[in-house]
């Protein structure tokens, strides 16, 4: 059982109101780069954009969902270089952040 084991990384992001769309997008390319091609230890990514009309979002426009192994996996993902350029690269932008970690359970 312990092989079936995922732990979730989950990225919440509320970017300042003043961020143009364009460095929206451009900040959502790099995460994706970042995950699915600089960083091997991710072993899945997605994304997406809120459409939930719960009206619970508390201004959280977007969601980041990484898949790792094991702890490890994980913790080299948070320290690569290429993770933390990114973070300095979104911090002018982003107005919060919230971030969990999770074992997944099926």
Not at 7 to 34: C, G, N, Q, W, Y
Request: charged share 30%.
């Amino acid at each position: 059982m312990a092989e079936n084991k995922q732990l979730r990384h989950v990225v919440l992001l509320k970017f300042k109101e003043d961020t143009p769309p364009a460095d929206i997008t451009r900040l959502e390319d790099e995460f994706r780069s970042l995950a699915k091609v600089k960083v091997s230890a991710v072993k899945q990514y997605e994304w997406g954009t809120n459409v939930s009309k719960e009206n619970l979002d508390r201004g959280y426009t977007h969601c980041f969902l990484l898949t790792f192994a094991n702890e490890q996996d994980r913790d080299t993902y948070l320290h690569h270089a290429d993770h933390m350029a990114f973070v300095e690269l979104l911090k002018p932008h982003m107005s919060e952040a919230t971030v969990i970690d999770y074992w997944a359970h099926h």
